[in-house]
């Protein structure tokens, strides 16, 4: 009798596509952190609301494309906010795709960003206690990013001590559009935080910041917003290495969430061109910055470039590194990637398992 | 070779569409104002069902300020990313060269005509006086 030990295994099982999604938004309402809100935060908000750092109450800065910028079949039957009920989004998402964890980033309502502190704690707070209830505990493939207040380092580090360490929590989360660069010392306590805990810090596009989202004021177009965060995320990443924050805190670990990333390299040469002749002006800056972007900085995939040449793709991909780059759908938001037609066809299967799946179950500690 | 009745015609009213499955490929019908016309109901940009998708035109500016909108009611937009196709051909507005959702014809044939021919409608009954939507693979 001989055994054909070079044979590949014909379990379908193997062929799994396993998939980690590290962006899916689910939707809470403030009904849902009520139970969590103190009896003062339950009258301010049905007295005075949350007010944003924007100049308007409601609304988007920009109209979306699409309602709630949702895919279009995502609005589930029971009539609330698509990602709103967790049936639906195991159907249209964890199970038709097999998923095998998703890790949540929470837009709205979170009190993230909200003008007055105390609330945004307390609402933040709430959110967190509600994620358990709603989403981490009932499926437990899903893990939340911990919501931080995030204007407010201190209470963002207490939120994180508070949560680090429970299995439903996999990453800390800030969104791009913060009152400051995200590298300004009062951020740090975050990060310090976080990467004590070894929890990575995600930050997610958008929000409100106060600012324009120009530095020539309000562009005309949603296309305009969208295409914006290429900037507004090299400024911010640009912040995070001048300022030293990766020299204080050497086990953090960024990850850039929605962000695109075919600006990424360029942006590692421009700086390294002038930390060559303006070294002596951040001198606490130990190594040329595109070593603390290949170090510390992973990137989600959706929405991903589509280059006219494939080649140019795989060559950013290449330059990033193949184990820093987190495969994402931003479920049920209608830019929406799916995971079967999304990665470049002529990746190979290792290549595609890193992105899929291995890069994030590393990166998060996912068993 | 399938050939199948996917529908009666007065089952689809005009601006309305059916998923339909034929050889165990879902197609999306469409109704143009009493013209039937079917596509793929796979997006082929990434796969999003055309059939979920909103039916509008297609907006166009000869010069920035003036606006034009033309095909009204003739235009599906992908549920998903919103790529734009052409009801009537399948084509895509922005690259009608290479990204098409697949189109198929669709045939209004009588109820007499399925009835004496070789073909059966299995799904409904085939009534003598009726118009019906015949789709061949």
């Excluded at chain 1, 099982?13 to 339950?42: F, G, Q, T």
């Excluded at chain 1, 177009?221 to 969208?226: P, S």
């Excluded at chain 1, 995070?240 to 695109?260: D, S, Y």
């Amino acid at each position: 009798m001989t055994t054909d030990v070079l044979r590949p295994s014909l379990d379908p099982a193997s062929n799994r596509l396993c998939v980690i999604d590290c962006d899916v938004h689910p939707k809470d309402s403030i009904e849902d952190m009520k139970p969590y809100l103190a009896k003062r935060w339950i009258d301010y908000l049905a007295t005075y609301g949350v007010r944003s750092r924007h100049g308007f109450q409601n609304g988007f800065l920009y109209p979306k494309s699409q309602p709630q910028a949702a895919r279009r079949d995502a609005w589930p039957p029971d009539g609330g906010l698509p990602a709103s009920n967790l049936k639906f989004m195991q159907e249209q998402l964890l199970d038709f795709y097999d998923i095998e964890y998703g890790v949540l980033n929470f837009l709205s309502p979170t009190g993230q960003g909200a003008q007055n502190s105390d609330l945004s704690v307390a609402m933040a707070y709430a959110s967190n206690e509600a994620h358990r209830d709603r989403w981490t505990g009932p499926d437990k493939r899903l893990k939340a990013s911990i919501v931080v207040p995030y204007e407010d380092g201190e209470a963002s580090a207490k939120e994180i001590v508070r949560l680090a360490g429970m299995p439903d929590y996999a990453q800390v989360q800030l969104l791009s559009r913060m009152s400051e660069l995200a590298g300004k010392k009062r951020y740090w306590p975050i990060y310090e935080a976080a990467s004590e805990l070894g929890l990575p810090v995600g930050i997610h596009v958008f929000g409100y910041s106060g600012w324009a989202s120009t530095n020539s004021g309000w562009a005309s177009y949603y296309i305009e917003e969208m295409a914006e965060h290429c900037t507004s995320c090299q400024a911010l990443l640009t912040s995070l290495i001048v300022e030293g924050v990766f020299e204080q805190f050497p086990k953090l670990k960024i990850v850039l969430i929605e962000a695109g990333f075919a600006w990424l390299p360029a942006l590692g040469f421009r700086l390294d061109k002038l930390w060559k002749t303006l070294r002596s002006e951040v001198p606490h800056l130990k190594r040329a910055p595109s070593e603390y972007i290949r170090d510390h900085v992973y990137v989600t995939t959706q929405p991903m470039e589509e280059t006219e040449k494939p080649e140019h793709l795989l060559q950013i991909m290449e330059w990033i590194g193949w184990d820093k780059i987190l495969f994402a759908t931003d479920y049920p938001h209608w830019d929406f990637d799916d995971p079967r037609y999304t990665l470049p066809p002529t990746l190979s299967r290792e290549r595609r398992r890193q992105i899929l799946s291995e890069n994030a179950r590393q990166l998060y500690g996912f068993a | 070779m399938a050939r199948q009745v996917v529908a009666a015609a007065r089952e689809i009213e005009p601006g309305g569409r059916k998923l339909v499955e034929v050889a165990g490929r879902a197609i999306v019908v469409f109704n143009l104002a009493g013209e039937f016309f079917a596509l793929a109901n796979r997006c082929p940009h990434k796969a999003g069902e055309l059939c979920k998708g909103k039916i509008s035109g297609f907006i166009s500016s000869p010069e920035p300020g003036v606006y034009e909108i033309s095909h009204e009611g003739e235009v599906i937009r992908c549920p998903w990313h919103g790529w734009e196709f052409h009801i009537r051909t399948g084509k895509s507005w922005c690259d009608p060269r290479t990204m098409n959702a697949r189109a198929f014809e669709v045939k209004v044939e009588k109820g007499a005509q399925l009835v004496e021919g070789p073909y059966v409608a299995e799904t409904f009954p085939v009534l003598v006086e009726d118009d019906y939507l015949v789709i061949e693979l």
